[in-house]
């Protein structure tokens, strides 16, 4: 089946340290977005790429690192200068331009320990 | 820059009621609109969506039509059950141009709760 993975579900992170994210699509398309959910705020955009070897920082891209070597995988790392780590963060694909819907992942939820 | 505002929630119902969700919009471009659903602890499903002027989309009970002259997508639906509870979230991405292009913009979500 096509769809798009995300993993780990939960992810727990000491203080000082970097983490990666895994984001993982088998649909063949050429946009990936990682987006962090906060309550109350809705989805904010950390990074987007519209195709391999090339990503654009979103509204909050401070703190966070990407990666886009293939066209299936948009790996996030959240380094320790991102002050606020925890949250639900939630990776997208579609085609591009996106004038059709986005597929999200399942997310993971980062939690500082 | 391009923006969603969604009505302030938590939306709170009993079962059958009437559902509006209202979802306003600013653009530079000619933008696609669409509503999202996020059940507990899942990632977002596409609802329905429009992408010109006076497009209604539907799925599941639910409309929404895209209204070019108030810049609107109001979400309703005539009937509400209990297993619609969830987040709502209205978004545009404009394909055209303009600071959503290549990506989605989102609104805040509502929450939405309906009771038996």
């Known amino acids: 089946d096509g769809g798009i993975t995300q993993s780990p579900k939960y992810l727990f992170r000491k203080e000082g340290q970097n983490v990666t994210l895994s984001c993982e699509q088998n649909?063949?398309?050429?946009?990936m977005y990682w987006y962090r959910q906060d309550p109350g705020q809705g989805l904010r955009l950390i990074y987007y790429?519209?195709?391999?070897?090339?990503?654009q920082k979103g509204d909050i891209a401070e703190g966070y690192s990407v990666s886009r070597e293939k066209k299936e995988s948009f790996p996030l790392t959240v380094t320790s200068a991102q002050k606020n780590p925890t949250a639900f963060y939630l990776c997208a694909s579609s085609i591009f331009p996106p004038g059709t819907e986005a597929f999200f992942g399942q997310g993971t939820r980062l939690t500082v320990v | 820059g391009d923006s969603v505002t969604q009505m302030e929630g938590p939306v709170t119902l009993s079962e059958e009621a009437f559902l509006t969700i209202n979802c306003t919009y600013t653009a530079t471009g000619y933008p696609s609109l669409f509503w999202y659903v996020q059940y507990p602890g899942e990632g977002l499903q596409l609802l329905l969506k429009a992408t010109k002027a006076d497009d209604k989309g539907s799925n599941k009970g639910f409309e929404a039509t895209y209204r070019k002259e108030t810049t609107s997508f109001h979400l309703e639906k005539g009937s509400v059950q209990v297993s619609d509870s969830a987040v709502y979230f209205c978004a545009l991405s404009d394909p055209t141009g303009g600071t959503s292009y290549g990506k989605l913009t989102f609104g805040q979500g509502t929450i939405l709760t309906v009771h038996p």
């Open positions: 790429s519209q195709i391999v070897n090339d990503f």
């Open positions: 649909l063949n398309h050429d946009a």
